[in-house]
């Protein structure tokens, strides 16, 4: 009896050890992608990479970077993906140097990180959107500039992400900032707040809104707006000024995984087929020198605004600290 429970612990050791290493080949991904864009990686890779076993796991990009630096050096994480480039910044001394395994001469010149320790997966900008069938209802003109948004007409009718839950609320917010300067800052998000019907917690808020005519103006992601457009005829995506705010998402792999098997052979993919695809099936915003996208439904002769402090942790945590609304 001794004798079978030696044989069957001893059994039972060997099968988690099995275990154990197998699960040392999984590569395993942090992603604050959208489901539809990770599920086409997955097919992908399961497609092209049938014998690397991969497991993404989502995480809202703040909860993203906290874990990051939460678990450090002990992270079972062994790519980042699509973490916003200031935390991605904030947090940089925890991955690997990427300088001597890609050249970035592909992408363009505004987009690139401060470091070679990560990469841009995405750029994705914010818009104005437009319900025009509301607009017209109710005698409204378009708005064509920021100031117009502070028209009182506009009472109750706009929404926008709040910058401190929303990469795209604090794209707007970050863009007005640095280019009037502090105080008309301030002034210019206390007079549009009482025009305001919500603060989204989202990006995707003000979006979901126009759907369902809840607002006339919402001021949200780019991307989500233009697949709402090519549904809805009433909307209508526009730019203003000196083109649309955007924010760099940013992919890389934890210092030491490099040398875990798979996990360069995955990032390379990733980096080579996975970017590129994702720009072609989802995102119109330049990124990539050979590029040429081109969405009906994004803003007529749209470009990207001139964005400072992309990847400025402090600069994001000063504007943050200010904002009260």
């Not at 007005?176 to 008309?184: A, L, P």
């Amino acid at each position: 009896m001794i004798k079978k429970i030696i044989i069957s612990i001893c059994f039972l050791l060997i099968i988690l050890c099995i275990s154990s290493c197998a699960n040392r080949n999984v590569v395993i991904i942090y992603s604050s992608l959208e489901d539809f864009r990770v599920q086409t990686i997955v097919d992908d890779l399961a497609k092209d990479l049938p014998d690397v076993e991969v497991k993404i796991q989502y995480y809202s990009t703040g909860t993203h970077a906290a874990k990051l630096e939460f678990e450090a050096d002990d992270t079972p994480c062994d790519i980042f993906l699509a973490l916003e480039g200031a935390y991605s910044e904030h947090i940089s001394d925890l991955f690997y140097d990427l300088s001597n395994d890609f050249d970035t001469s592909r992408y363009l010149e505004d987009i690139l990180p401060p470091t070679n320790k990560y990469h841009v997966f995405s750029s994705e900008a914010g818009c104005i959107i437009l319900n025009t069938k509301y607009l017209q209802e109710h005698n409204l003109k378009e708005p064509t500039c920021y100031e117009d948004l502070l028209d009182s007409s506009y009472k109750g009718l706009i929404m926008m992400p709040n910058p401190k839950s929303s990469g795209t609320g604090f794209n707007f917010y970050s863009y007005i900032y640095q280019t009037y300067g502090q105080d008309y800052t301030l002034n210019y998000f206390e007079k549009l707040s009482k025009n305001v019907k919500q603060f989204s917690e989202s990006g995707s808020g003000p979006v979901k809104a126009i759907d369902r005519g809840e607002i006339a103006i919402g001021l949200g992601m780019v991307s989500q707006a233009a697949t709402l457009a090519a549904k809805n005829p009433n909307i209508k995506t526009i730019s203003f000024e000196d083109g649309l705010p955007y924010s760099a998402f940013c992919m890389g792999i934890i210092k030491g995984h490099e040398k875990k098997e798979n996990v360069m052979q995955v990032y390379k993919y990733l980096y080579d087929v996975s970017i590129p695809k994702d720009r072609e099936l989802y995102l119109a915003e330049p990124l990539l020198k050979y590029q040429n996208l081109y969405n009906p439904y994004y803003p007529k002769d749209y470009k990207l605004a001139k964005m400072e402090n992309l990847y400025n942790f402090s600069y994001r945590e000063e504007l943050l600290d200010l904002w009260r609304w």
